[in-house]
């Protein structure tokens, strides 16, 4: 075997690692830190922490003003593939059911905020609201630190999971426990 062909595929599979690891925009949490907490999925049963954020508009937007409603609380950022790549299903899924209590929120996540997600949303616009958290005040409170990241929080505000990468918010799975939330 060459040495370009060996080259080839070491570049293959790095990129597939880094594909289905999701975005990794720092080092893991230490066990002792909240963040660490969350990342273990020990958020998953309890009341999921309120914060506030600003929307794109420069509107104020806190979670517990979304309690009654099944929420998907989704972080993610304009450099992550996997988190671009998910938001046509973000966008299919709010769609078909906003109008019986689905809360779509995109927590952005980059530095630059609101110039970054603004140039993003120029090529390719969406419905649901984004929020800008550059200074990283829910993502902390997460415990996030891959991208995309998201969570969904029933009606009555309790996380029932936490999903870290992508996915086809279209697929049979996640449509099946999203009318189960939203329909009893």
Known sequence: MSKLSCLKIA?????TVFVLAGCDNSSSPSASTPAASAAKGQLIGNPAPDFTLTNMTGQKVSL????GKVVVLNFWATWCPPCREEMPSMEALYRKYKDQGLVMLAVNVDE????AVKKFLQKTPYSFPILLDSE???QNTYGVFRFPESFIIDREGVIVEKIIG???WTSA???K???FLLNG
Not at 64 to 67: G, K, T
Not at 112 to 115: I, L, P, V
């Open 112 to 115: 630059s905020g609101e110039s």
């Open 173 to 175: 799975g996640a449509s």
């Open 177 to 179: 426990m999203l009318n």
């Open 64 to 67: 517990s003003q979304y309690r």
């Open 136 to 138: 990283n005040v829910a």
């Open 166 to 168: 992508g996915r086809d």
């Open 11 to 15: 570049i293959v599979i790095l990129l």
